[in-house]
């Protein structure tokens, strides 16, 4: 089992900056998969960006270039740090992890564990 604890969401400005850390527990994950995804109202679940185990990432278009995604496995933790933030990046951000094997994927069904979440508003 793995235990995943979102924190770092807030409030901020168009353009502002907010970092988002992920803290797992109940079992190594350093060796896994890590997503990130978001949901906003009426929407569903979208993968926003993953890292490898070897810290290979992948990006959504849409945050790509303004998002970076990280590890640290001596911590067990990921993190999201997330730039130029704009209203449509608005949303609950999800921490996932994929146990089943070490191949990154985009989609929230190839996740095995998830955090409860962390809102990210961003509006003036």
């Known amino acids: 089992q793995v235990q995943l604890v979102e924190s770092g969401g807030g409030l901020v400005q168009p353009g502002g900056s907010l970092r988002l850390s992920c803290a797992a527990s109940g079992r190594a994950v350093s060796l896994y998969p890590m997503g990130w995804f978001r949901q906003a109202p009426g929407k569903e679940r979208e993968f926003v960006a993953a890292?490898?185990?070897?810290?290979?990432?992948y990006y959504a278009d849409s945050v790509k270039g303004r998002f970076t995604i990280s590890r640290d496995n001596t911590k067990n933790t990921v993190a999201l740090q997330m730039n130029s933030l704009k209203p449509e990046d608005t949303a609950v951000y999800f921490c996932?992890?994929?146990?089943?094997?070490?191949?990154?994927?985009?989609?929230?069904?190839?996740?095995?564990?998830w955090g409860q979440g962390t809102q990210v508003t961003v509006s003036s």
């Open positions: 996932a992890c994929r146990t089943t094997d070490r191949i990154m994927k985009v989609t929230t069904r190839e996740y095995d564990y």
């Open positions: 890292i490898s185990w070897g810290r290979s990432t």
